[in-house]
């Protein structure tokens, strides 16, 4: 079992920046896969990064959307994962999610098991 909570999210204009926080308890963290995916209103939910284990060597994916803007990073030493956000824009706005699994990498939302409760990002002016 994994719990997830998760901190970070609130209004910020276009161009800014935000970090949100997802820290995980109870499996050994540093074996989990991370992941951060985000639902906008009417949207279906979106990858948007991902970390892997340490056993796999902590490499990262992005979305096309979101490259060179975001950044995920995991600290393992405090059980939590990070999503770094700048450049922010009106349509990164969205309800964003943490996401663990317990083998590797992936983009998916139907591959991860274990979920955070969301946080609201608003990018707006």
């Known amino acids: 079992q994994v719990q997830l909570v998760q901190s970070g999210g609130e209004l910020v204009q276009p161009g800014g920046s935000l970090r949100l926080s997802c820290a995980a308890s109870?499996?050994?963290?540093?074996?989990?896969?991370m992941g951060w995916f985000r639902q906008a209103p009417g949207k279906e939910r979106e990858f948007v990064a991902a970390?892997?284990?340490?056993?796999?060597?902590?490499?990262?994916s992005a979305a096309a959307s979101v490259k060179g803007r975001f950044t995920i990073s995991r600290d393992n030493a405090k059980n939590t994962v990070y999503l770094q956000m700048n450049s922010l824009k009106p349509e990164d706005t969205a309800a964003y999610y943490c996401a663990a699994r317990t083998f590797g990498l992936s983009t998916k939302a139907s591959e991860y098991v274990y979920w955070g409760q969301g946080t609201q990002v608003t990018v707006s002016s």
């Open positions: 109870g499996r050994l963290f540093s074996s989990v896969a």
């Open positions: 970390i892997s284990s340490v056993g796999a060597g902590e490499t990262t």
